[in-house]
């Protein structure tokens, strides 16, 4: 399917941008925060849901975005991707080209992004009577 195309919402990826209690704020600084969100959104909006989240749990790699395969890309093996520390608008640019390529489970993501890969926040369950 070419990007041109009109995507159903379930063959669409899903970008979600940290903008919790360290993403996004003042705390990372030298960031056009709002232009890193804007700039996802102007360019993915034919292709990926892009939306913004409170805090994902790991602000020591803020600012954090996860790139959530379609359900075609889930299909076929792909799985949510962390990235961290996506503070260079360069980085966005290569998670645009990726996820307009198809995204997790779809296609390869630039090798830079690798740079970038992030284990998912662990919070820890609680346990019966807490």
Known sequence: ?????TLLPSDR???TVCRGC???????PGVDHAGQLG????S?????????????DICEQA??????????????GGRPVWLGLVNDPDACDDITAWVRDGGPGLAGPPA?????????????????GE
């Open 39 to 42: 700039g996802l959104r102007a």
């Open 112 to 128: 830079v992004l690798d740079l970038y890969t992030v284990g998912p926040a662990r919070r820890p369950r609680r346990g019966a």
């Open 13 to 15: 990826c899903t970008v």
């Open 63 to 76: 600012n954090v975005i996860v790139i959530q395969p379609s359900a075609t890309g889930r299909r076929a």
């Open 44 to 56: 993915l909006s034919d292709v990926a849901r892009v939306r913004a989240s409170e805090c994902l």
């Open 22 to 28: 360290c993403c996004g704020t003042p705390k990372i």
């Open 1 to 5: 399917m070419r990007a041109t195309d």
